[in-house]
């Protein structure tokens, strides 16, 4: 009942921005967390960003920390991927999950995959050498 409709994927030269989006639509749905991850061939989906609905604040995996900003619009039940120096390796499927609301947490608890309720179909950035 609940979709997350990702949009903003691409093809870009490395050192190139991105701007990935995530609406949610279906139901109505208090929201915990809204995170990014991302599945590049071969390897595992690995954790990029989260963002606590209620306050805003952020965390970011290392390799994107310094690059990559998540930031949310209440009113239009979006998330957004600010993705700037992008690098060869940063090439993968990126998802955009949510939490629904259950109680508080601290903000690395929204690193693992498995705690998302709602996954996205994801959309896919190549950034180029």
């Known amino acids: 009942q609940v979709q997350l409709v990702e949009s903003g994927g691409g093809l870009v030269q490395a050192g190139g921005s991105l701007r990935l989006s995530c609406a949610a639509s279906?139901?109505?749905?208090?929201?915990?967390?809204m995170g990014w991850f991302r599945q590049a061939p071969g390897l595992e989906r690995e954790f990029v960003a989260a963002i606590r609905w209620s306050t805003g604040s952020t965390y970011y995996a290392d390799s994107v920390k310094g690059r990559f900003t998540i930031s949310r619009d209440n009113a239009k039940n979006t998330v957004y991927l600010q993705m700037n120096s992008l690098k060869p390796e940063d090439t993968a499927v990126y998802y955009c999950?949510?939490?629904?609301?259950?109680?508080?947490?601290?903000?690395?608890?929204?690193?693992?995959?498995?705690?998302?309720?709602?996954w996205g179909q994801g959309t896919q950035v190549t950034v180029s050498s």
């Open positions: 279906g139901r109505s749905f208090s929201k915990d967390a």
């Open positions: 999950a949510a939490v629904e609301r259950r109680r508080t947490y601290a903000l690395s608890y929204y690193t693992t995959g498995s705690v998302y309720d709602y």
